[in-house]
């Protein structure tokens, strides 16, 4: 997975974000508001899907799920999508983040709620299922 393509980023470290408490009922609205995140106001240039696929180095499955899994959102995610990649034989730690057992594995981290499938990712119709992708239907 050396190379790098447009809305495809490799990683070999974890970033962790602070942990926000949810506002209770007795909070502001505008506290509410700014702690809502993607939901309440997206950010421009912000991808509303967000996926990571776990791989474990540059094997046959491997490629063949990014590139599957490319095609998919190309087709269905047009403009829309990000994708980062994790190469679990640079950093092994990395798998327990997202609770990771097999690779290849993607996860649809935005929007939530989290989803796991774990193979090539060659039977599109699953895939479309299992990430709540509505495939776009030619009228006749």
């Known amino acids: 997975m050396a190379g790098k393509t447009a809305g495809v980023k490799t990683v070999a470290v974890k970033r962790a974000g602070p942990k926000v408490a949810k506002p209770t009922a007795a909070e ?6 700014k702690l ?12 509303e899907w967000q996926l990571r696929l776990y791989v474990a180095g540059n094997t046959a499955k491997s490629t063949a799920a990014l590139e599957n899994l490319k095609r998919l959102c190309e087709t269905h995610l047009a403009g829309r999508y990000s994708i980062e990649v994790v190469d679990l034989l640079v950093n092994p730690r990395l798998a327990a983040g997202d609770q990771i057992l097999a690779v290849p594995t993607l996860v649809r981290k935005f929007p939530e709620p989290i989803r796991k499938i774990i193979g090539d990712l060659s039977n599109e119709e699953r895939v479309l299922v299992g990430l709540d992708v509505r495939p776009i239907v030619a009228r006749a």
């Open 28 to 33: 502001p609205a505008a506290a509410k508001a």
């Open 36 to 47: 809502a995140g993607p939901k309440a106001a997206k950010p421009a240039g912000k991808p």
